[in-house]
């Protein structure tokens, strides 16, 4: 019984001398590749070059400082709770007396990683984050040899000093407006406490 029209007979025909010395085939693949010659290129040269990406790119994580230079994650853990692939791990610590210009709040993350092999950058961290700590960039993860070098600690997440990044680009406007708000928490939009 015939199920489908994509079976093919097949055939016994002796190969000619050309066809056991796949000159057809050579030739068929040759001429495949030279109309490649007069195409345009679908590959770029990474990292030199770049294709363009949208504003919203989620890309490698950022664990943002203060308008005072503080790091501005307490090691509350919502991110990691609400990481679906389980990628982030944290180790919290109290701040102590001189510290304040380190870390803004009482309590703050003495160790922060995130697996980057894991990571899917659905931004689920970012949107948890109660402190407006941590948000995804439009950078790449670098590629490496070595599995454990995917685990970024906050020697690699921690925004520099003197590298600041802007992280608003990516944002949609009514999330920019938002957060200009001052004193607002970052949850209140949801529990409906926002006037308009
Ligand atoms: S972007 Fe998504 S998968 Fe990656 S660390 Fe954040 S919550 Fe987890
Ligand atoms: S990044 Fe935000 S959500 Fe994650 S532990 Fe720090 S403060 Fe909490």
Redesign the pocket.
């Known amino acids: 019984m015939k199920l489908t029209n994509r079976s093919k007979v097949v055939s016994n025909k002796e190969q000619s001398l050309s066809e056991r010395m796949y000159l057809p085939g050579i030739a068929k693949g040759m001429l495949i590749t030279a109309s490649h010659l007069f195409k345009r290129r679908a590959t770029v040269k990474y990292p030199d070059e770049l294709r363009p990406i949208a504003a919203v790119f ?1 890309g490698q ?1 950022i664990l943002k400082r203060d308008e005072n230079g503080a790091e501005r994650c307490t090691a509350c853990g919502l ?1 990691a709770v ?4 389980e ?2 791990t944290m180790e919290s610590a109290e701040r102590k007396k001189g510290e304040e210009g380190l870390y803004r709040e009482e309590k703050y993350a003495k160790t922060y990683e ?1 697996n980057m092999l ?9 949107e948890a984050c109660p402190k407006e700590a941590i948000f ?1 960039t439009d950078r790449m993860v670098a590629t490496e040899f070595e599995r454990e070098d995917f685990i970024y600690g906050k020697d690699k997440l921690v925004e520099k000093v003197d590298k600041r990044i802007d992280v608003t680009k990516r944002q949609t406007i009514e999330v920019a407006e938002f957060k200009k708000i001052p004193g607002l928490k970052h949850n209140e939009l949801w529990q409906g406490k926002l006037k308009k």
């Not at 609400?82 to 692939?85: D, G």
Request: hydrophobic share 45%.
């Open positions: 989620r994580h991110c609400a990481c679906p692939a990628a982030i995130i894991r990571c899917i950058f659905c931004g689920l961290c970012e995804l």
